[in-house]
């Protein structure tokens, strides 16, 4: 017998928080490549996608998921190993097993409207739905849980935890604060720019910056102007700076080095889920 033309194509599930998408299938690709490679350069190649933009995709997945989904590690293969987590695999277990569904769902949709007087062909269906997600260019979110809530006259200053050993101060209008509904133990994105972080290659400074996080730069990526410096943190989490090429060269920045990430908690954005 042969075989039924699908009129769809193959249908492409995601799932996207409010200010941008967590899982979509390059994704998932992405985390089957490191799972069978160990080394997310071999898995970058083997999809193909570019190193940076498979870094950047692993550091967000990490940001946002609440538990850890990748592992980095120096000294295995290639010069360092990249590992899945258990929490991984069973995420992308969960989610082939919904594409499997999300597609016999559409195909259903897509006859049931074929039957309809007032047909509408599905894939403009689709466009519309997926036009209608709010993506943000931000790189820097970070999934914490509100631990502390201070009201002052003007402004609320909200302490996320975001991992075991991680804190960020957010620093907000009152308005803003009643706006989102702000709640001990309220589950918050916290979203920073990257040009809004200054880089300290000294601990012995003095810093008045209300966030003041130590890390290790894991990743220079040069520009003509300014360079992009991804910074790991703890729990996992990660930070990209920008910083100019002239302030790279005078900080003597090498991959491994210890730093001190600094931001003020007005420059942080709270977002809540729906």
């Not at 249908?11 to 998932?28: E, H, V």
């Not at 894939?123 to 631990?147: K, Y």
């Not at 989102?180 to 601990?203: C, F, K, P």
Request: proline share 2%; hydrophobic share 40%.
């Amino acid at each position: 017998m042969a075989k039924k033309n699908n009129p769809m194509g193959a249908a492409k599930l995601s799932f996207s928080a409010d200010i941008g998408q967590f899982l979509t299938d390059n994704r998932i690709r992405l985390l089957d490549a490191i799972g069978e490679y160990g080394s997310l350069s071999a898995a970058a190649r083997s999809l193909p996608m570019s190193y940076k933009a498979a870094w950047d995709a692993v550091n967000a997945m990490n940001n946002i998921s609440d538990k850890e989904l990748v592992i980095r590690s120096t000294g295995g293969r290639n010069g360092g190993g990249t590992q899945l987590t258990p929490y991984a695999k069973k995420l992308i277990n969960m989610y082939r097993a919904m594409e499997v569904e999300y597609q016999r769902s559409l195909e259903r949709l897509h006859q049931a409207m074929a039957d309809s007087s007032e047909a509408m062909d599905i894939n403009d269906f689709r466009r519309l739905m997926t036009r209608l997600h709010f993506n943000s260019s931000a790189r820097n979110q970070l999934l914490g849980v509100v631990s502390s809530i201070t009201i002052g006259a003007v402004s609320v200053i909200v302490e996320l935890k975001v991992g075991d050993r991680l804190h960020i101060s957010a620093a907000i209008p009152k308005e803003a604060a009643e706006s989102l509904d702000i709640q001990y133990g309220q589950e918050l994105l916290a979203v920073v720019n990257s040009s809004q972080m200054i880089l300290h290659a000294n601990e012995t400074f003095k810093l008045s910056a209300d966030n003041q996080l130590k890390g290790i730069v894991r990743h220079i990526h040069p520009g003509a102007v300014c360079s992009d410096i991804n910074v790991e943190l703890s729990d996992q989490k990660s930070l990209d700076i920008t910083i100019t090429e002239e302030s790279c060269a005078e900080l003597g920045l090498v991959i491994g080095q210890p730093i001190i990430v600094s931001f003020n908690a007005s420059s942080v954005i709270l977002c809540r889920y729906e």
